[in-house]
């Protein structure tokens, strides 16, 4: 499915795009270079207006924020942007995510699964499938059985050979913020992930820009 037919669906009813970020006192917004320029990407390719004076001027108001704050930045088709932002605490550092496999898949086709945007409904409805105290964080895989993204998540395993894989973008999924860093610097690499995969994998993490790196356990009742 090409980009511009579910862009043009949803002109003039909602659909926007979307970075969700950190501030952090004394430092900022964590990784506002990269997540600006995905924005930027990504207005691009579908064709939103996106004025780089305005963005700016949405985010000025975080200068002197006191505290850390969840930060989420929207843009609309004709270049609209607008913020809101809550108060953030960073997850304990010996957090351990469960993590288990949904029914729903994506389509590895759908172009729109690279950008961050408001279509969120395949993704709620994976959320949907498990009780929030049965797993912290839900998977979805493609129409080839091959594992994708979390539901708010990217998902790294380490893998016998010692390296750590992160699913291509062909596979259909977000191009993330954290993932493009962690490719970049040489800490992950990019490889078609199984089930079969993570059940055998040294050690599993999902994450994201807002939240970094969570080791995870696969819920010991998911089989290949």
């Known amino acids: 499915m090409s980009a511009e037919g579910p862009l043009r669906d949803r002109r003039g009813s909602g659909f926007h795009l979307i970075e969700t970020m950190r501030w952090e006192p004394d430092v900022g917004l964590i990784r506002r270079d990269l997540h600006l320029a995905r924005l930027r990407a990504s207005a691009r390719e579908l064709g939103f207006a996106c004025r780089e004076d305005d963005v700016d001027a949405t985010l000025a108001p975080l200068d002197g924020t006191a505290g850390m704050r969840r930060v989420r930045l929207t843009l609309q088709h004709d270049g609209t942007t607008s913020l809101e932002t809550w108060a953030y605490t960073k997850l304990a550092a010996d ?69 750590l894989y992160t699913p291509p973008l062909s596979s259909g999924l977000l191009a993330g913020v954290l993932r493009a860093e962690m490719i970049a610097s040489g800490f992950a690499e990019e490889r078609v992930l199984t089930v079969s995969d993570l059940t055998g994998a ?19 009742s998911l089989q290949p």
């Open 95 to 163: 957090a351990v995510w469960t993590v288990r496999i949904a029914d729903t898949r994506l389509a590895s086709s759908d172009g729109l699964l690279r950008h961050k945007t408001s279509r969120r409904a395949v993704y709620e409805t994976a959320r949907g499938e498990f009780p929030i105290h049965d797993a912290d964080e839900v998977l979805l895989r493609n129409e080839r059985d091959e594992i994708c993204e979390g539901t708010i998540t990217t998902i790294f395993a380490v893998l016998d050979d010692g390296k």
């Open 202 to 220: 040294e050690a599993l993490f999902v994450g994201n820009s807002l939240r970094g790196l969570i080791p995870a356990r696969l819920a010991s």
